[in-house]
Nanobody, 128 residues
Framework: QVQLVESGGGLVQPGGSLRLSCAASGLPYDYYAIGWFRQAPGREREGVSCFSSSDGRTYYTDSVKGRFTISRDNTKNTVYLQMDDLKPEDTAVYYC?????????????????????WGQGTQVTVSS
C-alpha cells in the first residue's frame, strides 16, 4: 500500500522560501511520478508540479515557474518542492500524490483525477 507523508510547511514572509518533502513508501514499481497540488480555502485543488522518475522530466503550472523547483532524492524515495520568492497567493494546503499512469503528462499533470494515492497535506502560509 502506497503511503505518502508531506512535511516542511509553515509560516513564511513574502519573498521567503520553504522546502516541502514528500516521503513515499510502498511504491509498487521501480518507476513512479509524483505530483504536488495545493488547495486554498474555497478554491479547487490546483496542480503545481510533477516529477517523473523514469526520465527525470518535470512540469510546473505557470504561476510557479521560475520560483518552485521539484526534485528527488532517489535513495530516500523522497520528492521535494523547493519554493522560493513565496507570495501570499501561494498560501494553501500542499499535497503530494502518485500518478496512476506512472509518468507526468505535459498537458494533464495538473488534473487530480490522474492521481490515486494522496498524502495528508501540509499547510503553507505566506504572510507578513
Amino acid at each position: 500500500q502506497v503511503q505518502l507523508v508531506e512535511s516542511g510547511g509553515g509560516l513564511v514572509q513574502p519573498g521567503g522560501s520553504l522546502r516541502l518533502s514528500c516521503a513515499a513508501s510502498g511504491l509498487p514499481y521501480d518507476y513512479y511520478a509524483i505530483g504536488w497540488f495545493r488547495q486554498a480555502p474555497g478554491r479547487e485543488r490546483e496542480g503545481v508540479s510533477c516529477f517523473s522518475s523514469s526520465d527525470g522530466r518535470t512540469y510546473y503550472t505557470d504561476s510557479v515557474k521560475g520560483r518552485f523547483t521539484i526534485s528527488r532524492d532517489n535513495t530516500k524515495n523522497t520528492v521535494y518542492l523547493q519554493m522560493d520568492d513565496l507570495k501570499p497567493e501561494d498560501t494553501a494546503v500542499y499535497y503530494c500524490a502518485t500518478d496512476k499512469y506512472l509518468y507526468c503528462s505535459s498537458y494533464a499533470f495538473h488534473k487530480p483525477e490522474r492521481y490515486n494515492s494522496w498524502g495528508q497535506g501540509t499547510q503553507v502560509t505566506v504572510s507578513s
